[in-house]
């Protein structure tokens, strides 16, 4: 800069009514006002002792958070696999495979209605596959019985006991003119599941019928003798 620059005296001499001078000057304000504020907001030659301890509180604040969370998530992942499990353990104990569901149930039906002493009569099945699932299906079981009402309740008893989780949907008595046998119409359900793709399917192989007896074939006939 030259010696004998006087800076007041530059200022004194710009034509301050000049608008093109008076825009370069209100320019160069809000310029300065601008920089002014970007120092302020992002604070680039670094904050305080203050303001880093702000900083570090918030920081350690988020981190509790994150940790809290990743806990209770750990916790819920954890549930979710007791819960799964816990739950195939129930349908592995309660639930018949469909391969074996009618020989298994209507089996378990007979022998309870023979304990029990009433008459169990022909029945009726209907599958229902349950909404949501590929495996598993409800099993509706209509039945007509005679007996006591002792002997009824004895066979509701041992149903309602069953481990293969049958349940009694509806019973319909009716008494009959003579005696005190009651005619009862129940209503089982129960549940089946897929054994899996590629299982092999119950066969019933039927009983060997013994082969007829036969008589010995008879004998060839003696050749003639010829005498000499």
């Known amino acids: 800069m030259p010696r004998n620059f006087n800076f007041s ?8 009514k000049d608008p093109r001078v008076a825009m370069r000057a209100v320019l160069g304000i809000l310029l300065l006002a601008n920089l ?39 916790q ?6 007791t819960a799964r499990s816990q739950g195939d353990q129930f349908m592995g104990k309660y639930f018949t495979e469909r391969r074996v569901v009618t020989s298994t149930i209507q089996g ?5 209605a023979k304990d029990s002493g ?26 007509g019985c005679q ?15 069953s481990t293969h989780f ?19 119409t129940i209503k089982v359900d129960t ?13 019933v192989e039927p009983e060997a019928e013994p082969a007829p007896a036969t008589a010995p074939a008879p004998a060839p006939p003696a050749a003639p003798k010829v005498g000499l």
């Open 108 to 112: 378990e039906l007979v022998q309870i």
């Open 118 to 143: 009433i008459t169990y009569q022909p029945t009726t099945w209907t599958l229902e596959p349950i909404e949501g699932s590929d495996t598993l299906a409800m099993m509706t079981i209509n039945a």
């Open 36 to 74: 002014a504020a970007a120092v302020v907001a992002f604070k680039p030659f670094g904050g305080g002792a203050d303001d880093l301890r702000r900083d570090r509180n918030a920081l350690q604040q988020q981190l509790a958070q994150l940790q809290q969370r990743v806990k209770q998530n750990r």
């Open 9 to 16: 005296g530059n200022l004194s001499g710009l034509k301050w």
């Open 76 to 81: 819920m992942a954890q549930k979710i696999e």
């Open 191 to 203: 549940f089946v599941k897929d054994q899996g793709e590629g299982a092999p399917a119950e066969k």
């Open 147 to 161: 007996g006591t009402y002792a002997a009824l309740s004895k066979f509701v008893n041992m149903v309602d006991k």
């Open 166 to 184: 049958l349940i009694i949907e509806s019973m319909v008595a009716a008494p009959q003119q003579t005696g005190q046998i009651l005619n009862v």
